[in-house]
């Protein structure tokens, strides 16, 4: 059975894009705002970034502590940076 391809907005897509990037936005903040896994993000960023660009977005991620909500300091509760400004309707 064929899992149900999730359609996105440009403005939804530039959003989950730019919080895969964030180093401190888990992916577990990505599923809470669009019912995207990790997995998902990942073929996300492949499909709509430049190869070289996924590839050091691939490795800057994996293993980073600060993108699982698991691995992270009890001490942590939110998505984002308290001195980041608030961010609507970004251009891809």
């Known amino acids: 059975m064929k899992k149900k391809k999730i359609q996105f907005t440009d403005?939804?897509?530039d959003r989950i894009i730019e919080m895969a990037w964030e180093d401190r936005t888990p992916f577990e903040?990505?599923?809470a705002q669009f019912g995207c896994k990790?997995?998902?993000?990942?073929?996300l960023m492949r499909r709509e970034m430049k190869p070289s660009?996924?590839?050091?977005?691939?490795?800057r991620v994996q293993g980073r502590s600060t993108k699982?909500?698991?691995l992270r300091p009890e001490e942590v509760e939110?998505?984002?940076c308290s001195r980041?400004?608030?961010?609507?309707?970004n251009k891809k």
């Open 78 to 80: 939110r998505f984002k």
């Open 38 to 43: 990790e997995q998902d993000v990942i073929n």
């Open 68 to 70: 699982h909500q698991k």
């Open 84 to 89: 980041q400004r608030s961010i609507s309707m």
């Open 11 to 13: 403005e939804q897509l």
């Open 53 to 59: 660009s996924f590839k050091m977005w691939r490795e």
């Open 29 to 31: 903040a990505i599923f």
